[in-house]
């Protein structure tokens, strides 16, 4: 299993550019999520799904969206990028809601 | 709110000795699951050691091993026989079993460096 991976490991974009960030995981998980993590902070949930078509807004939505076509992908799009939306990007998935998250490698993502 | 506050922003520890992370928490649900994560320079996360908050043995995986004090609510990490390796930020976090689960609070996390 590769797990939980992310595509790209690092991009700089424009103030008001566009970009999806890709996560894939093959264990079968129901459950996805976003993270981002600025510095020297712990991480904040964006969103969340918990299964194919179903998504959530976290604690920080603004400025981005997901959607869950399949069980395996969930993307996050980032609209109008911000330099406040500089930061590292985790996805996540779990079994069920409540256990265990396995994390993917992150996505630094730097807007200028 | 439910939140995690982890006091040492920054930890060193001499390779092969032993170090302890301090975590407490603040919540007002009676079941839920702890986590210590490890970040290493790939800034990759790595679950390190969970605990469900209805068990009263502390949890031990190898030379990783938890204080659990619940009526504290304190969840302190003790890292033995510190290796090279041990080198990274620990994030303690926080999750309820019921309302609000989606969600890992998240500490600031404390730097552990490991001398050699």
Redesign the interface.
């Given at each position: 299993n590769a797990g939980v991976t992310q595509t790209p490991k690092f991009r700089i974009l424009k103030i008001g550019q566009s970009m999806t960030l890709q996560c894939a995981q093959d264990m079968n998980h129901n459950y996805m999520y976003w993270y981002r993590q600025d510095p020297g902070m712990g991480l904040k949930l964006i969103y969340y799904s918990v299964g194919a078509g179903i998504t959530d807004k976290g604690e920080v939505p603004n400025g981005y969206n997901v959607s869950r076509s399949t069980t395996e992908d969930f993307p996050l799009r980032l609209e109008l990028a911000a330099p406040s939306q500089t930061s590292v990007y985790f996805c996540a998935s779990s079994y069920r809601l409540a256990e265990t998250q396995y994390f993917g490698p992150g996505t630094r993502l730097l807007v200028l | 709110a439910q939140t995690?506050t982890q006091s040492q922003p920054e930890m060193s520890v001499q390779e092969a000795e032993t170090v302890t992370l301090s975590c407490t928490y603040d919540t007002s649900e009676s079941d839920y699951?702890l986590?210590w994560?490890k970040q290493p320079p790939?800034?990759?996360?790595?679950?390190v050691i969970?605990q469900e908050a209805y068990k009263q043995q502390n949890a031990t995986e190898n030379r990783f091993s938890v204080n659990f004090q619940k009526a504290a609510k304190s969840f302190s990490l003790k890292i033995s026989d510190s290796q090279l390796g041990d080198a990274a930020m620990y994030?303690c976090?926080y999750?309820?079993?019921?309302g609000g689960?989606?969600?890992?609070?998240?500490?600031?996390?404390t730097k552990l460096t490991v001398n050699p």
């Open positions: - | 995690v699951y986590f994560y790939s800034r990759q996360m790595i679950l969970r994030f976090a999750r309820p079993v019921q689960s989606e969600k890992l609070v998240f500490g600031k996390g």
